[in-house]
């Protein structure tokens, strides 16, 4: 794995840059301190590796800025061993996260050529998520239920298949709305009490629905 006094450097910087962005969780810094963002990116990309700032990757999907990966993390309150579903696995950054919180991690992504990207690269620097090609919107009900649910693309409205799959007292963290979107933390009190907070407004790439999966 390609790593250097400068790219340990950045990384450090990075998480003081999140510290006086608002992340509190040090659970969390952490965790981004201890993933190599660089890895989940082109290496010709590797100098901006560490710029809070989303960058493309393959199939018109980003990799998305570090502050917003670090603001949804801390919104699910991660406790160890915790069963977590991720939609839309991507570079697979958000997933090496949440993996290094000791979470149970199952990770959906629906574009066969990031699937098979991320699902190499965990291989190779040896973390071990459950991985699937599928559409998010139909979650893992043979999995069911998760302690925590976290969309990190752009959803619609809130897909309750998902609502369906989160236990008693779970929570899911996701974005919402059409071209900005609202982020919502969602709390699943009992199956007919949902309490919902919104934490400000976002960009993210769109979640597609009714998608052919092969």
Not at 87 to 103: C, D, F, M, P, R
Request: charged residues 25%; glycine residues 8%; proline residues 5%.
């Amino acid at each position: 794995m390609r790593e250097s006094a400068l790219l340990t450097g950045m990384r450090n910087k990075l998480v003081e840059l999140l510290r006086q962005k608002g992340i509190t969780d040090e659970k969390v810094l952490g965790a981004i301190g201890s993933v190599k963002r660089h890895l989940f990116m082109d290496l010709s990309l590797e100098r901006v590796a560490y710029e809070d700032r989303a960058i493309e990757i393959l199939c018109k999907q980003t990799i998305s800025q570090p502050s917003t990966v670090a603001f949804q993390t801390q919104l699910l309150d991660i406790q160890p061993r915790e069963k977590v579903l991720e939609i839309g696995t991507g570079s697979g950054y958000q997933t090496a996260v949440l993996y290094k919180l000791s979470t149970r991690i199952y990770t959906i992504e629906r574009q066969k050529p990031l699937y098979d990207n991320a699902v190499r690269l965990f291989e190779k620097i040896n973390i071990h998520p459950q991985c699937f090609f599928s559409d998010g919107f139909k979650g893992l009900p043979g999995f069911a239920p998760f302690d925590k649910i976290l969309v990190t693309c752009g959803a619609p409205f809130i897909p309750q298949e998902l609502l369906k799959q989160l236990k008693n007292g779970g929570v899911m963290v996701i974005p919402v709305g059409d071209e900005l979107h609202t982020m919502y933390k969602i709390t699943k009190i009992a199956e007919d009490d949902i309490r919902t907070e919104t934490f400000g407004n976002f960009k993210f790439v769109p979640m597609l629905s009714n998608v052919s999966v092969h």
